[in-house]
């Protein structure tokens, strides 16, 4: 590790201006600016829900109750983190300067996009039916079958794109 990126890179915060400056691929550096946006919304949804939650469960001394709390935070980990491993990835990748291949930015930065869409498209899934949407227009029969499937098939999609991220990862290096 060189001197200078030693000294550019502490930590997340480090991570994200180092990958954004050290990548030639235009697509990363998109990604790296949705990905800090969204973690960082996503990170304040859950930490005002884990509010409520706690607000709502106060004076229930039972530990299920504990338990729903830590589930809670561990979900937002698991929502948060891969929406950041691409951006982390190709930081690593660049201060060991193991290589300075755009390609490998792009297939990250797309494995992010595809699992910020595969999220998306598991909350469509695992959407309430007294919050569904009405399903007229182009999009209408899709969103028939998406609501028409069980909740937990919600799950499906971001584990797929989860897989998929790693698994560039892993066959990119």
């Given at each position: 590790?060189?001197e200078a990126?030693?000294?550019?890179?502490?930590?997340?915060?480090?991570?994200?201006?180092?990958?954004?400056?050290?990548?030639?691929?235009?697509?990363?550096?998109?990604?790296?600016?949705?990905?800090?946006?969204?973690?960082?919304?996503?990170?304040?949804?859950?930490?005002?829900?884990?509010?409520?939650?706690?607000?709502?469960?106060?004076?229930?001394?039972?530990?299920?109750?504990?338990?729903?709390?830590?589930?809670?935070?561990?979900?937002?980990?698991?929502?948060?983190?891969?929406?950041?491993?691409?951006?982390?990835?190709?930081?690593?990748?660049?201060?060991?300067?193991?290589?300075?291949?755009?390609?490998?930015?792009?297939?990250?930065?797309?494995?992010?996009?595809?699992?910020?869409?595969?999220?998306?498209?598991?909350?469509?899934?695992?959407?309430?039916?007294?919050?569904?949407?009405?399903?007229?227009?182009?999009?209408?029969?899709?969103?028939?079958?998406?609501?028409?499937?069980?909740?937990?098939?919600?799950?499906?999609?971001?584990?797929?794109?989860?897989?998929?991220?790693?698994g560039t990862?892993?066959?990119?290096?």
């Amino acid at each position: 590790m060189t001197e200078a990126a030693g000294k550019s890179y502490n930590g997340l915060p480090g991570a994200f201006r180092f990958a954004f400056r050290r990548s030639d691929s235009l697509l990363f550096k998109l990604y790296a600016g949705v990905a800090l946006v969204l973690a960082g919304l996503v990170t304040i949804i859950f930490a005002l829900a884990l509010v409520v939650l706690i607000g709502d469960t106060v004076g229930g001394g039972d530990g299920t109750i504990s338990l729903l709390r830590s589930f809670f935070i561990l979900v937002g980990l698991l929502v948060v983190l891969p929406i950041l491993a691409p951006v982390l990835f190709v930081a690593r990748r660049h201060r060991r300067a193991i290589g300075d291949d755009v390609g490998y930015d792009r297939r990250l930065a797309s494995t992010g996009f595809l699992f910020i869409f595969a999220v998306y498209l598991g909350l469509v899934v695992s959407t309430p039916p007294e919050q569904q949407a009405s399903v007229d227009g182009a999009l209408g029969p899709v969103l028939e079958v998406l609501y028409g499937l069980p909740s937990i098939v919600g799950l499906v999609p971001p584990v797929v794109a989860v897989v998929v991220l790693y698994g560039t990862h892993r066959l990119s290096r």
